[in-house]
């Protein structure tokens, strides 16, 4: 590992042995504030190392300590930002991705479809520092933007190959399937408790998955559960296969447990958007709808205590999504302030301030966010916001559209259905739910962007996909 480092630092023995000192000499410096930095830090340097020489490791734990990293598993706070699992894990997969592009000498920054309209979305915040309420916060959403950026740009830099995507799928279906397991047993078995976080959450018997709120919950879930059964359709193995499809039923269950009707319905229309395209996905698309009916059922009629009630909230609470007006008020502000501004927007950040002129109940209640990612760039981003939103939406259309016709008759056939299917769902979803920033949105759509561009490479004489049809083993 370190010999390999070294071959590809081209430094001559001095230069090496001065590197050496300036190591030992920063660790000894750090153990004189506290012996647990230097410890993190030499771990940090050997993890790196380790990562050089496999990229893809870093990448799927990225993506997996995304799905994982919950504002309860948070270490520390600075200000108002949370350092929990997925900062350390980001900052080491950056590093050691960053530096192996240096010595390999990779392009991070490929093209991409969507690029210039993240880029827009990114300058169009910069641009509204100069009127935002508070330009701490709007440099928070600046901030969170860049990282997505940068997550972006090094999951297309070094996803390459079918095989590569199909691991980071694996690594993105594992991870859902640990939340699921925790989720569904951490509290039985005694290896969870946040019973005091969601006091809201319980009293509705619904499941807050690790600490999160239920449509947060729900969301990071429901990404994968038509590409798990997607990833079954395609298994030659049939052990492997069946694993895929009990993976794809029990975290479907375990998301349901939320009660989060949202969460619901995207799957829904995510499943039915592959269906449409896919004879093979719709059969088992009813088989499975039949399997989540039976579940439905059982869990209203017997007495399964809080799954049963969160399965019992979606059935029972659909006609009262927009109880107590939440939902209403918070887009009234939003229009409100995209009216008071002029249709600019109020700039990055400050909603909240901005909230207490619209509705004083809303503002001193927990429910004082847009509801909506349409909204939320209404209020904030204005126009130009909603504009740019429009384009990210028809330009990711026209990438699935051109994904499928060059994925035909190949084993990613399936899978550029399902993936983009699950967007939609997502997108539907997110016209009462979540803001543009959203994690793992945009991871999703970066794997997914591989995809594309791995099946536009096959086409242009690059390697191809391997064949599969309907029904072959």
Known sequence: MFATLRSRLSLPAIGWSVLLVVVQTVLLATFVVDWRVPVVLAGGFVVTALLLDNPLWAVGGMLAARLLSVGTMSFITIGKTSIGLFEPVLFLALGSLGLRAVFARKELWRDWPWKPVMLAFLGWRFIGLLWCTKVSEGAKEIVTFGVIVATSMVIIAFVETWEQLRGML???????????????????????????????????????????????????????????????????????????????????FAMMTSGSRGGAGSVVIACSLAALGQPLFRKWAVRFAVVGAALFALAALTNLGDIGKGFNRIATGLTFLFQKDVRGANWAACMGMFQDSFGLGIGPGGYIDHLAKYSDWLYNSIYRYP???????????????????????????????????????????????????????????????????????????????????????AQTGGTPIPPWRYGSP
């Open 170 to 252: 694996w690594a993105w279906i594992g991870a859902c399937v640990l939340i699921a397991v925790l989720a569904l047993f951490g509290d039985s078995l005694g290896l969870t408790s946040y019973a005091q976080q969601w006091k809201a959450a319980e009293s509705g018997g619904r499941e807050t998955g690790l600490g999160q709120q239920p449509n947060w919950f729900a969301m990071n879930l429901s990404f994968v559960v038509p590409a798990t059964a997607a990833m079954g359709l395609i298994q030659k193995d049939i052990r492997w296969r069946w694993g895929c499809f009990v993976a794809t039923v029990f975290i479907f």
């Open 371 to 457: 509801h909506g990612i349409f909204w939320g760039e209404l209020a904030h981003g204005g126009v130009v916001g909603v504009g740019l939103l429009g384009v990210l939406v028809v330009v990711i259309t026209r990438m699935a559209i051109q994904t499928v016709r060059d994925t035909r008759g190949t084993e990613a056939e399936v899978m550029a259905w399902a993936m983009p299917a699950s967007m939609a769902g997502y997108f539907a979803w997110s016209f009462v739910e979540f803001s543009l920033d959203e994690k793992p949105f945009w991871e999703w759509l970066a794997v997914y962007t591989a995809l594309h561009l791995i099946a536009r490479k």
